[in-house]
């Protein structure tokens, strides 16, 4: 089959299109304006005026105080730095708690502490419900003497579920625990006021709000205890070593900009696309179905199993036609297994295998949602007409 002639890309989640705002205003600082922010001179004064100004826009759009932010290279160090301060904080005790559905650089890093600080460390992983939320009860029960930080995604990356970040960091503050929540998914598509929702820390990564890749922050709340992760020189106020990443820092700070005029749009106008899209899969395609809570979710975002087929070959007929999204299943890295995410929701093994994630933005529009579900039903059918377990089902 010929290369499709236009892209339509769904996988947002995964990363997304820097904004050309973005880009229009990070360019000066590859030529003209190349300055070192950090230096005394005038001529690197203002590029360092202008990572000031990012900062400034960060702390906006989650109602922070500039101060507050600290840049990192993506959302990976971010989640790092804030757990391993928060065990350095108070090396006496050596309990955490998570869940089962986190994100690798969560999941992986709590995994591994165990081993990497002598086994002192334990680690809680919460169950979740069938429809991927979190009981609150079962949170709260889970908490002991000896918790010294929770880890907690914002929204899921793979399903959108939101969780209840508001009050189980209200739960922890009233035990005296460092809360650190990985919002890379959600900064940008929901608001968030952290005036309001009492987290200690909060990672946020650049590629998933429409800047460019290798860029992140960690917020750290004023008069949170904290060691740095990456230590040398003064940047960053002592905090995070190493020479800014000034172009794409500017460029997330436009970014967040952005998304904060954005965000009405993206619970409505997207929110209204997502919502038409899953509609019309769920009703045109038979055996398919939701993954995730009905309503407690990222506007954007779309989890649908299709039983009986597998992920991969699924991803493999949309990108024939152009459609960019993701499998829900681990296939595509060359394992049987299915998602860590909809295992522990209890999806059965037959969907698990075959679910789809699309994530939306800004940038999509009606008439690519009606390609698609132009396209699905008859590359669902196909696929199942070769698949055995459909035959037999």
Not at 109 to 124: E, P
Not at 203 to 222: C, E, N, T
Request: glycine share 8%; with cysteine.
């Amino acid at each position: 089959m010929s290369r499709p002639d236009r892209t339509i890309y769904m996988d947002n989640n995964a990363t997304t299109m820097v904004a050309p705002e973005v880009l229009e205003t990070m360019m000066p600082y590859f030529s003209a304006l190349y300055g070192n922010p950090s230096s005394m001179h005038s001529f690197g004064g203002q590029v360092g005026k202008a990572v000031r100004t990012a900062r400034e826009q960060i702390a906006g759009l989650i109602n922070a105080e500039a101060e507050e932010i600290i840049f990192t290279s993506c959302g990976t160090e971010s989640d790092s730095t804030a757990i391993l301060a928060a065990l350095q904080a108070q090396p006496e005790k050596r309990h955490i708690v998570t869940t089962r559905v986190e994100h690798p650089a969560v999941k992986n890093l709590c995994r591994s502490l165990d081993s990497l600080t002598g086994h002192k460390h334990r680690v809680t992983e919460l169950p979740v419900e069938s429809d991927g939320t979190i009981d609150l009860q079962r949170f709260e029960d889970s908490l002991t003497d000896e918790t010294v930080v929770v880890s907690i995604m914002w929204a899921n990356n793979e399903t959108g579920v939101i969780f209840p970040i508001e009050e189980m960091a209200g739960i922890a503050k009233n035990r005296g625990i460092l809360f650190h929540t990985d919002g890379v998914q959600a900064v940008g598509k929901i608001p968030i006021d952290l005036a309001r929702v009492p987290v200690d820390f909060l990672s946020i990564s650049g590629h998933k709000l429409h800047a460019p890749k290798g860029v992140g922050v960690l917020y750290v709340r004023k008069r949170t205890p904290f060691v740095p992760f990456l230590i040398g020189g003064h940047q960053e106020q002592g905090r995070r070593g190493g020479t800014e990443n000034v172009a794409s820092i500017i460029g997330m700070g436009k970014a967040c900009e952005l998304a904060g005029r954005h965000i009405v749009k993206e619970n409505t106008t997207v929110k209204a696309l997502r919502d038409k899209l899953e509609k019309g899969l769920l009703e045109k395609i038979p055996n398919s179905l939701l993954n995730g809570h009905k309503s407690k979710r990222l506007p954007n975002t779309a989890n649908i199993s299709f039983e009986y087929v597998e992920g991969e070959a699924i991803l493999l007929h949309m990108d024939r036609f152009g459609i960019c999204a993701s499998s829900g299943s681990a296939c595509t890295s060359g394992s049987l297994e299915p998602s860590h995410v909809l295992r522990a929701m209890g999806v059965p093994f037959t969907a698990a295998h075959g679910s789809i994630r699309f994530s939306l933005s800004v940038y999509n529009n009606e008439d690519e949602v009606d390609f698609v579900l132009d396209k699905m039903p008859g590359i669902i059918a196909n696929l199942r007409n070769m698949s055995p377990f459909w035959q037999n089902r």
